[in-house]
């Protein structure tokens, strides 16, 4: 009986230290500086609606500008794309490229990868 | 005919004002528009996309009153297409007015909406204003703009555009006013100049900071 209390105990231990050991890589990858292109880490295009007013896109500017990450932006009107390149080494996940977007009064359509000229 | 024809106009294009008054989280904007006898400096700030708040002063040349007011814009609605866009806005504010007439200072309110509608070859906007200071002096404005770019521009260059601005203040001898303007911008800046059919100047200026 107490054999098998101690192996219940060691299971469960080793459950526990496996399952946080894999709930923390997992939080890792999520909060890791990734643009969902492998290849392309260093630099992203986003897909945009309403990008119409020069004036009024100047708003994109001003936000990513205050991100760490981001080395520069570039407006293309003509094909609705707003194109980011990062930093040596750093980078913005999907998701917060979406909500900087969003915060710039605009909407997300799609990410494409940003070293071939999108 | 001409009244027929401006009313039209003024129901077709039942969209956008001249200048957003939302800008993005952190963004300031001044506004310093001259128009139809009134001159006005618009200060405000965007704690998010959404709404903004600031400082308006406006001085009426025909009614001869000032006010200082608390601003508050909410942008109620945005329409994101992939080559065009359509705003919804509430403004609204509350202050002190003066008259010299009266000499006296009063609370006032006025409050109103602006939509606009634009593509990167056509604009079209409708704003709307009832300001209320006493059954004496209340006013209701409302001006509708339509705008046809001559050249597409790319981001970073000189933006130019042809408008025609028609305003209609019920109570006023001169009703219905045309002006056809020129809208320049820039960068941070945009610049607005024009003549109304009542031999009114028009210049206005924004800067997005």
């Not at chain 2, 003024?10 to 006898?37: C, D, K």
């Not at chain 2, 400082?55 to 609605?77: A, C, P, W």
């Not at chain 2, 219905?176 to 941070?188: A, D, I, W, Y």
């Amino acid at each position: 009986m107490k054999q098998f209390k101690t192996k219940t105990l060691i299971s469960i231990c080793t459950m526990f230290i496996l399952g946080s050991t894999l709930s923390n890589h997992a939080f890792a990858a999520k909060g890791s500086p990734e643009n969902g292109f492998n290849n392309c880490p260093q630099a992203v295009n986003v897909q945009v609606n309403g990008l119409v007013c020069d004036f009024c896109a100047r708003a994109l500017e001003k936000v990513f500008s205050k991100k760490e990450e981001v080395q520069s932006i570039k407006v293309d009107l003509d094909k609705g794309l707003v194109k980011v390149k990062f930093n040596q080494d750093q980078s913005l996940n999907q998701t917060v490229l979406t909500e900087l977007i969003t915060d710039s009064g605009y909407n997300v359509v799609d990410f494409l990868p940003g070293c071939s000229d999108g | 005919m001409k009244k027929l024809s401006i009313t039209f106009l003024l129901l077709l294009f039942i969209v956008a004002s001249h200048s957003r008054p939302v800008s993005y989280p952190g963004g300031w904007t001044v506004m310093q528009t001259n128009e139809l006898g009134n001159h006005n400096l618009h200060i405000h700030y965007s704690p998010s996309a959404k709404y903004s708040i600031g400082y308006r002063g406006e001085l009426m040349d025909q009614s001869d009153i000032k006010f200082h007011t608390f601003q508050f814009n909410r942008l109620v609605k945005r329409w994101n297409k992939p080559q065009e866009q359509a705003n919804f806005y509430w403004k609204s504010g509350i202050g002190v007015f003066t008259s010299n007439a009266t000499n006296n200072n009063q609370f006032g309110v006025f409050t109103g909406f602006a939509a606009d509608w634009e593509t990167r070859r056509y604009f079209t906007s409708y704003e709307n204003r009832y300001f209320y200071l006493n059954n004496k002096h209340k006013e209701f404005t409302q001006k509708a703009r339509i705008g046809i770019a001559p050249y597409i521009g790319n981001y970073g260059d000189l933006h130019t555009w042809l408008m025609l601005q028609v305003e209609n203040t019920p109570q006023n001898p001169d009703n219905f006013v045309v002006t056809p303007l020129l809208r320049f911008f820039k960068g941070p800046v945009m610049i607005e100049t024009g003549y109304s059919d009542n031999d009114e100047f028009l210049f206005n200026f924004i800067y997005r900071l």
